[in-house]
């Protein structure tokens, strides 16, 4: 029985870390390739020797591929590829590829420059990774070798992140993770192409969220009043996603609104990014790309690159700054100049840490000790707002119900959360649902059909033959299956016949049936013609010269029984082709002529 | 010579007649007779056309080259009566290809020859059917069905023909190819058998259940077959066949197809079916409950909403809309929306300003976890994919594809009209959709909400989300929303002031939308009058004790509320006891300037400013009515006085009727075209008595005798004009005036005609403007033939009388009795229509006070904004023109595009467009003058409408119509300049 084993080696049951094991038809894929935030030690990249103790990864894996850019889920690629060693294909989308060597050069000067930690990848190890790197369009099937193919589909907001469909033969995995549902639901889309296992992420296997419009229109409010008052915004962001998500929608509502308040976002890695954002302009939502027609929505018209001067500028602002959660950094500085004004504010979109400063503000704190045994006083007004971007249980529901998996697997989230989403999977689309724990491999058997070509010339005389073709109801056939070469092929037998340069032997049955009949040979024929006429009115029966019938290419002769003259001995010989009639009709004469009047 | 001439013009005329009837006869005889007897065009073509196709069609040699003739043939028009040979000659050569393509291009011809109107096919029908039989190409096979159906509809009215074709069709179904089977089904549905009667008669022959056969394809391996077969289902539907309840299931099951436009169209078929028998009732599988069928559907239709394919979602959310029978809960399910965080509980936005809103808070979301989760949820009950109808219009408002949030906008507003609970209920939904992304939607949520606004109250909270919108930039969105709030209820004096507020906001800070604004506070005011009397002593920022100081009058601000007071104060009488004196004084004096936004009002102490016009005086009892009828008479009363008592009488009624027009705009209309008409016929007797025409001076000094000449002319010339302003710049106006009008036109035209005679000294112009005049008097003649009677005594009247010996006689002698006549002429009566408004227009944008100058390079362009208002203006679209006056004389008329015209009330227009400007370099900037102009062409007028529908004659629709030509035009704004300045180019 064909199977497929999934192994996660990140990712299962847990958050962080993608990493996992596709092994599909004799096909070894590796899907994602990422770090863990929490892990400092050899636990933070996936345990690589599961695949193979010694000799390179690169016998052992097929392909590897990365869904989109986030560190979690492409974070140990130079770890993989140069120092464990991979040389086979990676593949990802453009942009992905585009941005994720900045964000890996981001982490290596974090780990290394201010960490100060030693035996890590290096800047040219990134540079040697991204050689590897195979970048693939949307859509567009990239054959990794004569039988793997892969897919790229469209999975929401992060730029560049994509479901991937894995295809060996006809069976099929598509995998997914952190759809970004990008202003509204079903963001992500896919056809119904009935993978026999669906890969997915259930990050918020419990939550349904409220409408982003609301949300957004919070956050719009907000800004708004406190830009209105003279006020200051602080906006903490991490440089990629999000960030360019609210700089647009600060951008369109300042665009809408007619406002002058200038905004101002912190230079360098943001600036980095918002150029591919701009590049990569069709892998936005529909009102980016609608409006591109006019004018590219990331050339920002209100939004200027931020000074560290802009900072004491008297008069209302808004600021996005790195970090986003105010641990350290230029959003730090900007925070403990405006902390102070009960007219500022300081808005939080997404989850802190808790020990940084954001956690602090967030959970009620007004007096901040900072370094130095210094108080500081926090008059601002400090706001939460959830702008989290991963698909909720709808989504993910929805998603199963587009694609019509015939088994669903769960990673990337929490155990229990998991169960939930589980249960509710196998109840309302009775498919079966694994959640494997880190390197616990699930067997799911598959049942492929397997496709046989078949001649033209063969189907069209086999489809006339007999009745009309009814889609409801399968056809009979006659042909030959030749296999060869890892082929099926349907043929007629004269063809197979030749191919294999055989000789065609004939099979014919002869049977002898006694009929009592006292009359001479050639009445008897006639008797046994004219009853066979009377009894096969669709057949071809004929009464040949030398006195014998042919019905069909079914040869009867009559001879006398050598011993009784009463007894006529009806020779019946048919080919092998013909045994169903033949057979049918040694039954009938069997049964004996009808006593005719005659 | 006069007696040549007009032969010549009557003959002509009878011609054109006797041509016409002809061809009205044709239709009747045969194709030989029509021959001879018509004219030496069809001649020329007829015979030539079948037969060169015939020799191309033999030369040809190869497949391709046959293909080009076809082709090359395919693009001239082939004539009616030549149809059914180029037909034969096509399917001989038909016959004989043995090249597929050009059988498919000759199928295809033939369908497009049987299209030719006129035509009848019913001859080439039985030969068609016979291509069928041998044709071994399906392409080829579809196209000739495709043929048949042109056919087929085009005999629509002979059902033996039908019923003949769809069997042909029936036959082809089984054939291997989707194409085939396509075109199949499209014929059986278009052609198939809808009567109960003849399906009855037809039997016999053929025992054939069209919808039985149409829905057997429903399972059809090809998606597009699928989708054909139930197109055509469709289709028998709308030709009137009732379709049967059974498909029911068999559409349900087409709703999980793989394809799109299967799903689509089965989305379509379900809701008809919905329609057809909304209350049969339904089992609900894999339960023992029954439903009704239309709530089946609209369950059904629902979870369509939540689609993989964004046609099929927009299909489905359009679709719901129209679903009114619906039960209730069912409806309300639609906007069914659960929350959870962690598996727990978790309130929607919607619920959580709800709650803030009764417990008396107002501000909202200052806390971290203000939207923290609450209750534990029961795993078990959580539906993750909803069924049904829960939540679709949540799931359809919230979709990626604004199409598709636009279609639900739609159909919630459809639903929400016929059912005031589901209006309260989606209101919500309706107000967050104020902040869509693409504005297009925002527009289209609020327009909805216009509409359903009688059956809902805005709470606060929501009235803060709509009005958050004031600030868009769009200025279709604001005055959208102005529209919107001019109908709201709100439901307290929080509202109402917060309401103030924010319109004055957007007054500060787009100044232009001065009027709308003030037009919502009018109907703010007017609706809540209790809500506004505990504000007034805030608004006015009065004191008990204090005076305080008196407001800027001229600030737009203050008008603003005002308005809102003072239409507040007509039904609340203790209102007026708040105002301070200086608020006296501004009524009084809004009450003059601004008389459409201040209602009259009954103050203590002082009489009404204005006598209140109520409903029970009719028009005629209104004095200021009472005054124009009464000077109106005086004047024509007064048919032969000196004529110098006639011209001062007039002058006094002139100057009476305008101002009567500037003190009463519902009568400004009338008073204007009144007085329009009086000028005329001022300027009429003024010229006729002066002294440039009296006969005896006819050897005055010759620069004054050319200055009275000029005069004259210039008159006559003014005179033109002013019909055609009147004419065409008012709306109302009847045929009555228009022969009138048309009337004072011929005046104007004979009087231009005797200037003409006295001053040139040639008899050879005179005789092409007599015979001009003359064929005017014919046509005014043949327009109003039923007018005429009623115009005794008038110059039309004398002149027709006299037509006979006008013909005959030499242009000076003409000339001569005109003038006579034209004097002994009386004054025509100008009766009044009910209702006559004056097209107006104002020039918004550019305002014209602006020093700085648009800079732009010469040679290049730059776009000009403008942005008017038009009144009363009929088909604006295709007679509002901008012109743009260069300082150097040169002008230039530019017509906006229909889509920049916009319609926000009845008689209003809206014109927003773009001008391009260009100009050579200039020294120093200068000013351009921006005008509207108002295009007319009289052969489009009501006269000429008139007598083509009038069965007069024929004739006149035959001559050529001007295509869409401009005769002149009026121009009916106040010119707008702009100073522009093109510099010279930088090399």
Not at chain 1, 31 to 43: E, I
Not at chain 2, 167 to 173: D, G, I, M, P, Q
Not at chain 2, 456 to 480: F, G, K, M, Y
Not at chain 2, 615 to 635: A, G, W
């Amino acid at each position: 029985m064909p199977e497929i084993k999934v192994t996660p080696l990140g990712a299962g049951q847990d958050v962080g870390r993608s990493c996992i094991l596709v092994s599909i038809a004799g096909k070894n894929v590796m899907l994602d390739c990422g770090m863990h935030m929490g892990y400092n030690d050899d636990r933070r990249f996936p345990d690589f020797s599961y695949i193979t103790q010694n000799g390179r990864l690169t016998d052992f894996l097929d392909c590897v591929i990365i869904s989109h850019f986030h560190l979690d889920h492409c974070g140990a690629l130079p770890y993989f590829s140069e120092m464990v060693g991979y040389d086979g294909p990676i593949y990802m989308t453009h942009p992905t590829k585009a941005i994720c060597p900045i964000l890996l050069e981001d982490y290596r000067k974090i780990t290394v420059d201010k960490k100060g930690e030693t035996n890590f990848f290096t800047s040219q190890m990134i540079k040697d990774c991204m050689k590897k790197v195979v970048a693939v369009h949307l859509h567009q099937t990239v054959q990794v070798d004569e039988e793997l193919e892969i897919k790229a589909y469209y999975a929401g907001h992060v730029l560049g992140a994509a479901m991937f469909q894995i295809k060996v033969g006809c069976e099929s995995v598509v995998y997914t993770v952190s759809m970004h549902s990008s202003s509204y639901r079903c963001a992500a889309w896919i056809d119904k192409c009935r993978p026999d296992l669906l890969i997915t992420e259930s990050t918020y296997a419990t939550t349904i969220r409220d409408s982003k419009r609301c949300r957004e229109r919070d956050f719009l409010k907000k800004v708004h009043e406190t830009v209105e008052r003279g006020g200051k915004v602080l906006i903490p962001v991490f440089a990629l996603g999000r960030a360019q998500e609210l700089c647009i929608l600060l951008e369109t509502f300042w665009e809408r609104m007619n406002l002058k308040a200038p905004i101002y976002f912190s230079t360098g890695l943001t600036e980095k990014a918002n150029h591919y954002y701009k590049l990569f302009i069709t892998w936005t939502n529909q009102k980016i790309r609608k409006t591109f027609v006019q004018r590219n929505m990331f050339e920002f018209k209100h939004i200027k690159a931020f000074d560290r001067a802009f900072a004491d500028n008297p008069g209302p602002m808004v600021v996005f700054a790195t970090p986003g959660m105010l641990h350290a950094g230029q959003s730090l500085q900007i925070f403990r100049k405006w902390a102070g004004n009960e007219k500022n504010m300081v808005i939080m979109p997404g989850y802190c840490v808790q020990g940084t400063v954001g956690h602090k503000i967030l959970s009620g704190q007004r007096k901040l000790e900072m370094e130095g045994r210094q108080i500081l006083e926090v008059k601002m007004q400090v706001e939460y707002m959830s702008f989290s971007a991963h698909a909720d249980a709808k989504g993910i529901m929805q998603l199963i119900r587009q694609a019509e998996p015939r088994n669903v697997l769960l990673v990337h989230g929490e155990a229990k959360k998991m169960e939930f989403l589980k249960q509710k999977i196998e109840q309302e689309f009775h498919v079966n649902c694994y959640m494997p724990a880190n390197g616990e491999t699930t067997t799911i058997f598959t049942n492929p059909s397997i496709p046989v070509d078949i001649s033209l010339g063969l189907l069209k005389r086999e489809t006339a033959i007999g009745l009309l073709p009814d889609a409801k109801k399968p056809k009979l056939m006659h042909g030959t299956l030749i296999m060869k070469d890892n082929s099926f092929r349907l043929v007629s037998p004269e063809q197979a016949l030749k191919e294999l340069g055989l000789a065609e032997h004939q099979l014919r049955f002869t049977c002898r049936v006694h009929i009592q009949d006292p009359r001479k040979e050639h009445e008897t024929v006639l008797r046994v013609y004219n009853h066979l006429k009377g009894v096969l009115k669709d057949y071809s029966v004929q009464h040949l010269p030398d006195g014998s019938i042919t019905v069909e290419s079914i040869l009867i002769q009559a001879t006398a029984h050598s011993e009784d003259q009463g007894t006529k001995v009806l020779l019946v010989s048919w080919t092998y082709q013909d045994e169903e009639l033949g057979s049918y009709l040694t039954s009938l004469l069997k049964k004996g002529l009808p006593q005719s009047t005659s | 010579m006069a007696a040549h001439l007009k032969k010549r013009v009557y003959e002509e005329f009878t011609k054109v007649v006797q041509v016409s009837a002809e061809g009205s006869e044709l239709c009747r005889v045969t194709p030989q007779q029509h021959e001879d007897l018509s004219a030496k065009k069809l001649r020329l073509t007829k015979p030539s056309k079948s037969a060169a196709l015939h020799v191309d069609l033999c030369k040809a040699t190869s497949p391709a080259d046959a293909l080009q003739y076809l082709l090359q043939f395919a693009r001239k028009p082939v004539e009616v009566e030549s149809v059914e040979g180029v037909v034969r000659i096509l399917l001989e050569h038909y016959y004989k290809e043995n090249d597929a393509s050009v059988r498919l291009k000759i199928a295809s011809l033939l369908g497009l020859l049987s299209k030719t109107a006129g035509f009848s096919p019913d001859c080439i029908m039985d030969d068609a059917i016979n291509t069928l039989q041998n044709e071994k190409s399906h392409q080829v096979l579809a196209q000739l069905l495709d043929t048949l159906l042109v056919i087929g509809t085009k005999l629509t009215e002979n059902p033996s023909v039908r019923m003949r074709l769809v069997e042909v069709a029936c036959k082809h179904l089984t054939d291997s190819s989707h194409g085939v089977r396509n075109k199949c089904l499209q014929l059986i549905g278009c052609l198939g058998p809808v009567e109960k009667g003849v399906a009855k008669e037809a039997e016999s022959q053929a025992a054939k259940d069209v919808q039985k056969i149409i829905g057997d394809h429903f399972n059809d391996q090809d998606p597009r077959v699928r989708t054909a077969a139930i197109k055509a289902m469709l289709q028998l539907h709308e030709r009137g066949l009732k379709l049967q309840q059974a498909i029911y299931g068999q559409a349900c099951k087409l709703l999980a197809d793989d394809y799109e436009q299967v799903r689509s169209a089965a989305v379509q078929l379900i809701w008809v079916l919905s329609q057809l028998y909304p209350e049969s009732i339904v089992p609900i599988p894999s339960s023992n409950e029954e439903i009704r069928l239309v709530d089946d559907a609209f369950g059904k239709i629902c979870h369509m909403v939540s689609d993989g394919s964004w046609v099929v979602r927009v299909q489905a959310a359009k679709l719901l809309g129209s679903m009114q029978q619906v039960s209730s809960h069912f409806l309300e399910q639609t906007l069914d929306k659960k929350l959870m965080s962690d598996l727990r509980r978790k309130r929607t936005a919607h619920e959580r300003a709800k709650e803030l809103y009764s417990s008396g808070e107002f501000s909202s979301g200052r806390k971290w976890g203000d939207d923290a989760p609450k209750e534990e949820i029961d795993t078990g009950a959580v539906n993750l994919i909803e069924s049904g109808a829960c939540g679709a219009f949540v799931h359809g408002l919230e979709d990626e594809m604004y199409e598709v949030r636009i279609a639900a906008v739609e159909a919630l507003c459809m639903l929400a009209q016929s059912s005031p609970s589901f209006a309260e209920k989606c209101l919500d939904f309706l107000v967050d959709m104020f902040n869509d992304e693409i504005e297009e939607v925002r527009l289209q949520s609020i327009h909805t909400m216009r509409k359903i606004s009688n059956n809902i109250t805005l709470r606060e909270d929501q009235l803060d989300t709509v009005l958050a919108v004031l600030e868009d930039s769009s200025r279709d969105i604001r005055e959208a929303l102005h529209e919107l709030l001019c109908c709201t209820n709100v439901s307290t004096k929080e509202g109402i002031h917060l309401a103030l507020v924010e319109l004055l906001k957007n007054l500060t800070k787009y100044p232009t939308d001065r009027e709308s604004i003030w037009k919502c506070l009018k109907f703010l005011g007017s609706r809540h009058p209790t809500l506004v009397l505990p504000l007034v002593p805030e608004l006015l920022s009065t004191h008990p004790f204090f005076d305080t100081p008196e407001p800027d009058m001229d600030d737009p601000a203050y008008i603003a509320v005002l308005v809102l007071i003072f239409n507040a104060a007509k039904s609340c009488p203790t209102m007026p006891a708040l105002f301070s004196d200086h608020t006296f004084r501004h009524y009084a004096y809004l009450r003059d300037s601004l008389s459409h936004l201040v209602p009259p009002l009954r103050l203590p102490g002082r009489k009404l400013v204005s006598s209140p016009v109520s409903p029970s005086i009719t028009p005629h009892e209104d004095p200021s009515q009472q005054f124009l009828h009464q000077s109106l008479e005086r004047v024509y009363n007064l048919q032969h006085l000196d004529p110098q008592g006639i011209q001062e009488l007039l002058e006094f009624t002139i100057r009476d009727l305008q101002r009567l027009g500037e003190l009463q705009s519902e009568l400004a209309g009338m008073a204007d075209f009144t007085a329009t008409y009086l000028q005329c016929q001022l300027l009429l007797i003024k010229v006729l008595f002066s002294r440039a025409l009296q006969e005896k001076l006819w050897n005055v000094a010759a620069p004054l005798y050319l200055k009275q000449n000029a005069l004259a002319s210039a008159a006559a010339k003014q005179i033109l004009e002013e019909t055609y302003k009147m004419e065409f710049m008012y709306s109302g106006v009847e045929s009555r005036q228009v022969v009138i009008i048309h009337h004072m036109r011929l005046q104007a035209k004979a009087l231009q005609l005797i200037v003409t005679a006295r001053t040139t000294r040639g008899v050879e112009p005179l005789f092409g403007m007599c015979e001009k005049f003359l064929q005017e008097v014919d046509s005014f003649q043949r327009c109003f033939i039923s007018e005429l009677p009623q115009m005794q005594g008038s110059f039309v009247d004398k002149l027709l009388d006299l037509m006979p010996r006008l013909v005959t006689s030499k242009p000076s002698e003409v000339v001569k009795i005109l003038q006579t006549t034209l004097r002994q002429s009386t004054f025509l009566h100008l009766p009044l229509p009910e209702r006559l408004h004056r097209a107006s227009a104002n020039i918004i944008e550019p305002t014209g006070e602006s020093d700085n100058p648009l800079r732009f390079t010469s040679g290049l362009v730059v776009a000009l904004d403008v942005d008017a208002t038009l009144e009363h203006v009929q088909d604006p679209q295709g007679t509002v023109k901008v012109q743009v006056l260069y300082p150097d004389g040169q002008a230039q008329l530019i017509h906006p595009k229909p889509a920049d015209f916009r319609n926000p009330g009845p008689g209003r227009h809206r014109l927003i467009t773009q001008v391009y400007l260009s100009h050579t370099a200039w020294t120093e900037p200068c000013q351009i003058e921006v005008r509207l102009l108002l295009a007319y062409n009289s052969n489009k007028s009501k006269a000429a409408t008139k007598i083509a529908k009038s069965t007069w004659n024929e004739s006149l629709e035959a001559l050529p119509q001007p295509e869409n030509g401009i005769e002149g035009t009026i121009p009916f704004s106040k010119p707008v300049k702009v100073y522009i300045m093109p510099k010279p180019a930088r090399r």
